[in-house]
Each structure stands twice: as structure tokens, then as C-alpha cells.
């Protein structure tokens, strides 16, 4: 089955965490925000391969066989938890950095 890239809700990761702080955030505050960041990053990628897989689609469309390998080409995967943790792990190294 695959999950649509809006379907994915972080609060079940971590917990529920709405309240936005406007000081120093905590830990958890930090870990939030950079899961949802990493799941805003790449549903935008989503959103841009999709529109790339329909517009090569487009292109073809007087020819079946050439849209759909086209379309078949450009799709993008269906993101995943394990996807967007990989990603924020990748942002939250800067968090951690020491320089």
C-alpha cells in the first residue's frame, strides 16, 4: 500500500506537540520542528517530480506508449516515515554541529 505524501502525520512520531515557543525551544520542541521541516523538504520535492512526470507526460501525449514511459520515468515514490527521519537526521546534524 502506498501512502500519499500529505497522508503522513508527524504527530504520531513524536507525540503531540503544538504549542510554538517563541524563546528558546526544548529537545523535543527541536526534534519536532526539524521531523516536519524534513517532511515540508520533501513534499515540495514530491509536489516538483510529480509536475516534472506530467509535464513529460504532455509532451507525449500523441503518442500513448512514449507518455506513459515517460510518466513510468518521472513519477516519484511515495514518501515514507523512514524517508523523512532520514532526511531529518541529514538536518539535524547541523542542529548537533559543534564548530
Same mark, same amino acid.
Given at each position: 500500500?502506498?501512502?500519499?505524501?500529505?497522508?503522513? @502525520?508527524?504527530?504520531?512520531?513524536i507525540g503531540n506537540?503544538? /504549542? %510554538? &515557543?517563541? #524563546?528558546m525551544s526544548n529537545p523535543y520542541q527541536i526534534r519536532y520542528d526539524t521531523? @516536519?521541516? $524534513? #517532511? &515540508?523538504?520533501?513534499?515540495? /520535492?514530491y509536489d516538483m517530480q510529480m509536475e516534472l512526470a506530467w509535464k513529460a507526460m504532455d509532451m507525449y501525449k500523441e503518442n500513448t506508449k512514449e507518455a506513459m514511459d515517460a510518466y513510468q520515468k518521472y513519477i516519484p %515514490? $511515495?514518501?515514507t516515515p523512514e524517508a523523512i527521519k532520514e532526511n531529518a537526521d541529514k538536518l539535524y546534524e547541523f542542529v548537533t554541529e559543534k564548530k
Open positions: 500500500m502506498h501512502v500519499g505524501h500529505h497522508d503522513i @502525520n508527524l504527530d504520531w512520531i506537540h503544538t /504549542q %510554538k &515557543e517563541t #524563546k521531523l @516536519n521541516m $524534513a #517532511k &515540508e523538504i520533501l513534499d515540495k /520535492q %515514490k $511515495a514518501i
